[in-house]
């Protein structure tokens, strides 16, 4: 084991790496990993790129009444347009002008910008109209995410491995037997060997989601999806709003165990991630496999029950460790209240797992090791050291996780939110999100510098996203393999800002990217399956394949296209999209894989995002006037006090899930509680409830401690909010 653990940061690649090679088409056949099958004639042009497009880009979804409403329009015009909003009826119900914005390099074209957010009505069909051209009809709504919640949600269910997936929850369209489970002609994953010379014995692999449009598992790709999907929980549970998610509330089996049902979803790949793990007295114990799938490629279309390729497991790497670490110590931190055995279990293997890539740091995935599935090499893992340190701590508190957090020089560098975002390969952000956000022992001057890198990273993005037509929080050149997975986590960055500031702005940046995705960008149209006009609906995939057999179904609603990837790493794109700008070169077509496939990876961050966008502001606030808070200080001495807090339901209705804000007069700064997660910065300090008292009937009361120090005198706060309005 090396005394001193690599820490550096790493060099920002020019080029995103594809997770995975997929099928090419070449003259007048599809090659698939060498095997020709479906003739070229049987792909035929998608509907999206078939459509018109109209020259007032907007998002196709719609509005929510109280969130940024802007359209971009694609026009040669120099001086200022009129446009104007028409509902259903075709009633003008608001006007003004566009602002001209000239040349917008990444899409090629010159734009304006209509700005309609001060409009605040609600309503289906309406069209803003500039120029002579209308938009495609939109919905200004306050619902208006909750069916995209669940549909990107859903995603994870239709891509479960080793599990049957029924009629009743996904359509007749969708429903399949278990593919994987060693029912021929598969191999099955209950019992898969290693490549040669990997190991010598099998191991039991099977659930999980399949990565993308191929049968392969990735631990790297697994571990960011999953963390991404318990986090979007843990999220809005801090905030109080995890009613939505909880359980009953998405479409999946699990559903009515008292378990929240994204918890149940994220479980399917957690099991999976610990499966992966090397047994003990194995060579490489507690180390995790890089990843299981088909000794070769299999062919398009084919659904997983079909798939008759042996599988086999690879070499096991430090970088799929570390995501194995990182997922299975927050695994345990969020999954207490509802599994405590399950959580021991997460925490018992993220405990061998971080001690095993310790002893073993540099046993990295070869770029070379791409047949019958993606590569997904790194050979860069100081930020995976320092993700899984950072839950590690975070769950555990030990000091030795503190030291290997403190010591890395990812916990000093800028770069850990990098100009592209992070990604499967660059996970020191997830670790500094986490730092930022859960209750943790980091002195007070280190935390404050940690939360101000999330809001810095934020604010660039909101100073690229000001700068461009299209308000898109990538860079020019940021138009890689998954691009719109990018722009999704980026809005991540944007919302945590939000929450740690309260600043309405990055909420603001946060939902503009979901006007990107959903048709406000270079083509004007949505890459989210069946959200919008015209949508993406043909992404790669080898068993939703309507475009290479008919009687196969296009992918379900809610799932993400890649995007726009200026490198035309395949034929497809290639031939249809020669001289594109980087913004613009995307195609709806099943075989171009470097554009249009869909990943675990890239729909993780759509349904974090829309989950987000999803809540309401206005769902758990009390009537104005309906709390009271009595602020006792217990305890006073010449350079700290205690206080004892207690709020008051007043009002006629239950609050669940309670948050109250207050503001030190006098520089007081809270150095520990008991009975409430509170956070400070600066003089606003927020209250939120635990599990135990979250609920707050007509009528109840909820106390909590605080300690504290001051400097001259220790006034108590004068005025106080539950969940954004006043008590009295």
């Not at 042009?45 to 907007?58: D, E, G, L, N, Q």
């Not at 369209?173 to 060997?193: E, M």
């Not at 999220?235 to 049902?261: C, H, Q, W």
Request: glycine share 10%.
């Amino acid at each position: 084991m090396p005394s001193v653990l690599p820490s550096s940061p790493r060099p920002r690649p020019s080029l995103r790496r594809p997770g995975h090679l997929a099928a090419v088409l070449v003259t007048g056949s599809l090659l698939v990993g060498g095997l020709l099958s479906a003739p070229a004639s049987a792909v035929v042009p998608s509907a999206a790129s078939a459509a018109a497009t109209s020259a007032v880009r907007v998002n196709q979804v719609g509005y929510l009444p109280e969130g940024p409403k802007r359209a971009t329009v694609v026009t040669t015009a120099t001086q200022s347009l009129t446009w104007q909003l028409r509902d259903a009826s075709g009633a003008v119900v608001a006007s003004g002008a566009t602002v001209p914005r000239g040349a917008d390099a990444p899409s090629g074209q010159s734009v304006q910008v209509a700005d309609f957010s001060s409009y605040r009505g609600s309503g289906s069909g309406y069209v803003l109209a500039v120029d002579g051209n209308n938009s495609v009809p939109f919905d200004i709504r306050a619902n208006l995410y909750d069916s995209l919640r669940s549909d990107a949600m859903a995603f994870f269910h239709h891509q479960r491995s080793g599990a049957p997936i029924d009629a009743s929850l996904v359509g007749s369209a969708y429903a399949r037997p278990a593919g994987h489970l060693g029912v021929a002609p598969n191999k099955g994953d209950t019992s898969v060997p290693c490549q040669a010379g990997v190991c010598d014995y099998t191991q039991d692999v099977r659930g999980g989601w399949y990565d993308a449009g191929d049968h392969g598992k990735y631990v790297v790709n697994g571990g960011i999806s999953t963390w991404l999907m318990v986090n979007s929980f843990e999220r809005a549970k801090r905030a109080g709003k995890d009613a939505a998610l909880g359980d009953s509330t998405l479409r999946v089996p699990e559903r009515g165990n008292g378990v929240p049902d994204v918890l149940d979803e994220a479980r399917w790949e957690l099991d999976f991630l610990l499966r992966m793990q090397v047994p003990a007295n194995k060579p490489y114990a507690g180390m995790a496999f890089h990843k299981v799938h088909d000794a070769e490629w299999t062919a398009m279309p084919m659904r997983p029950e079909q798939d008759a390729q042996p599988r086999e497991l690879h070499r096991p790497s430090t970088a799929a460790t570390l995501n194995l670490a990182a997922a299975a110590a927050q695994c345990a931190r969020v999954y207490r209240p509802y599994d405590a055995a399950f959580a021991d279990r997460c925490l018992s293997a993220a405990r061998r797992a971080w001690t095993a890539a310790r002893a073993n740091p540099a046993l990295y995935a070869p770029d070379s090791d791409s047949t019958g599935g993606g590569a997904y090499g790194d050979a860069v893992v100081t930020d995976e050291f320092y993700w899984a340190a950072a839950e590690l701590y975070a769950t555990t508190g030990d000091s030795g996780y503190r030291d290997a957090v403190t010591g890395s020089t990812w916990h000093t560098s800028p770069t850990a939110f990098s100009a592209y975002g992070f990604g499967w390969a660059d996970t020191a952000a997830l670790g500094r999100l986490t730092l930022a956000t859960v209750p943790g022992g980091l002195p007070a001057a280190d935390l404050a510098r940690v939360r101000s890198s999330v809001t810095t990273a934020a604010d660039g993005y909101l100073a690229r996203m000001a700068a461009q037509g299209y308000a898109v929080p990538v860079p020019a050149d940021g138009y890689f393999w998954g691009s719109n997975g990018e722009v999704a986590n980026d809005a991540i960055v944007l919302a945590v800002a939000g929450e740690l500031t309260g600043d309405e702005r990055y909420r603001t940046g946060a939902l503009e990217t979901m006007d990107y995705l959903l048709g406000r960008n270079a083509i004007g149209q949505s890459y989210v399956s069946g959200h919008g006009e015209t949508s993406s609906r043909n992404q790669h995939h080898r068993f939703w394949a309507h475009q290479l057999d008919a009687s196969l179904p296009h992918p379900p609603a809610g799932s993400l296209a890649g995007g726009p990837n200026s490198g035309l790493q395949d034929p497809v794109a290639k031939e249809k999209l020669s001289g594109c700008a980087p913004a613009a070169c995307y195609v709806d077509d099943i075989g171009s894989y470097s554009t249009n496939e869909v990943a675990v990876n890239w729909n993780a961050p759509l349904a974090w995002l829309a989950a987000y966008a999803a809540e309401r502001t206005s769902t758990v606030e009390p009537p104005a006037g309906a709390c009271t808070v009595t602020y006792k200080n217990d305890n006073v001495w010449s350079t700290g006090f205690t206080a004892t807090v207690t709020v008051k339901n007043t009002g006629p209705k239950p609050v669940d899930g309670w948050q109250l804000s207050w503001a030190y007069p006098a520089g007081q700064r809270v150095t520990s509680t008991w009975n409430a997660t509170v956070t400070q910065d600066g003089p606003a300090v927020v209250a939120r409830s635990t599990d135990w008292n979250r609920t707050l009937a007509p009528g109840a009361t909820a106390s909590f401690g605080i300690q504290g120090t001051y400097g001259g005198t220790n006034p108590s706060p004068t005025a106080y909010t539950l969940n954004g309005t006043a008590c009295t």
